[in-house]
C-alpha cells in the first residue's frame, strides 16, 4: 500500500524502524525498507541519501521530541531536582513504550549514526546526559541529592542502566514489563541519589548497632511506609 501524500519521509522512516529492528543495520537492505514503506525503491532516494541517512533521520526525529520535552522539564520553576528526576524518567519510558522497535534501535544502533558529512555523529546518550546533568546539579543545590556522590559517574550508571532495560523489554516484554521497571527505577533512583536524611538511612543503621550488626556489612533497607 503507498504510503499517504504529504507522509511519505515519516513513514520511510516508520518502516525503517521495523526493518532496522528486525534485520539489524548492517543486514537491512533499501529494497526491504522501500518495500515495507510501500514507496518504490527509487523513490526511497528522492528523501533520504542512503541507508545511513535515513538511520540519522530515526535519530534526528526521536532526539528532537526528546530534547523538546526535556526542555520543557528542566525549565519549570515549581518543580524540584527529584521531581524533574522523576518526569525524566517518565519521559523515556513514555518514548518508547507504545514502540519497542525503536527502542532497540536507539539502543542497538546509535554506533551506527553518521551523519552526511561522513562524520560520526556526537553520542545520542551523551545529548541526553547533559540535558539531565541540569537537573543533577538543581538538586545538588537544593540539598535533595547526596552531595557525595560524583554526579559524573551517577548519570552514566543510571542512564547505562536505563538504556540495558529498555532493551531487555523491547526483546522481552512478557519478562519485563515497561510499567514494573518504570517503578522499580524509580525506586532505586531516588533511594540512591537522595541526600541521607534521619528516616531513612540513620535510624536503620541505628537499629542494626543495636542489633549487633555492623551497618557497613548490612545492606540499606527501606523503612516502613
Do not use: C
Not at 546518550?125 to 545538588?140: P, S
Not at 551517577?154 to 510499567?179: C, K, M, S, T, V
Request: glycine content about 8%; charged content about 30%.
Amino acid at each position: 500500500m503507498r504510503t499517504r501524500e504529504g507522509n511519505k519521509e515519516q513513514d520511510i522512516l516508520d518502516a525503517a524502524t521495523s526493518v532496522f529492528a528486525r534485520y539489524g543495520y548492517h543486514g537491512a537492505k533499501m529494497a526491504k525498507i522501500a518495500e515495507a514503506a510501500g514507496v518504490g525503491a527509487g523513490s526511497l532516494y528522492l528523501y533520504f541519501k542512503d541507508k545511513a541517512g535515513i538511520l540519522s533521520g530515526i535519530f534526528e526525529r526521536l532526539l528532537k521530541a526528546l530534547a523538546f520535552e526535556m526542555d520543557r522539564v528542566t525549565a519549570r520553576k515549581d518543580l524540584t531536582g527529584i521531581e524533574k528526576l522523576d518526569g525524566i524518567i517518565d519521559l523515556v519510558f513514555d518514548m518508547f513504550i507504545n514502540n519497542a522497535p525503536l527502542a532497540l534501535v536507539f539502543v542497538n544502533e546509535h554506533n551506527n549514526l553518521i551523519m552526511d558529512d561522513d562524520q560520526i555523529a556526537s553520542d545520542p546518550y551523551e545529548q541526553f546526559l547533559e540535558r539531565a546533568e541540569k537537573v543533577f546539579i538543581q538538586g545538588y543545590n537544593e540539598g535533595l541529592f547526596n552531595p557525595d556522590l560524583d554526579y559524573r559517574v551517577y548519570r552514566h550508571f543510571l542512564f547505562g542502566g536505563l538504556r540495558r532495560l529498555i532493551h531487555e523489554w523491547a526483546r522481552h516484554p512478557d519478562d519485563f514489563p515497561i510499567n514494573g521497571i518504570r517503578r522499580d527505577v524509580k525506586h532505586f533512583i531516588k533511594r540512591g541519589i537522595m541526600a541521607p536524611s534521619k528516616s531513612q538511612g540513620d535510624n536503620f543503621h541505628e537499629l542494626q548497632m543495636v542489633k549487633g550488626i555492623d551497618p557497613a556489612l548490612s545492606p540499606v533497607r527501606d523503612t516502613p511506609a
